[in-house]
């Protein structure tokens, strides 16, 4: 599925009015929109955490005592 503008939208190359379209295929063009979004969510929120642990793990280096306290 590609992008929607006006009364058209684009899938797969092709072009369609949304007024031609099926109650049904509207439905899963929502669908498919809410998916998307919350895919694009989902994907923030993991840049986020992974931000977050990258701190976390710099944050314990340097909270680790130095090569005299490491046990062998």
Do not use: C, F, H, W
């Amino acid at each position: 599925m590609s992008d929607a503008t006006g009364g058209n939208i684009t899938i797969d190359g092709k072009q369609y009015n949304l007024s031609s379209l099926s109650e049904e295929a509207r439905s899963q063009i929502t669908n498919l929109q809410v998916v998307d979004q919350k895919i694009a969510e989902a994907q923030q929120t993991l840049a986020i955490l992974q931000t977050a642990r990258a701190a976390y793990a710099r944050a314990l280096q340097a909270a680790l005592p130095g090569d005299e306290g490491v046990q062998q």
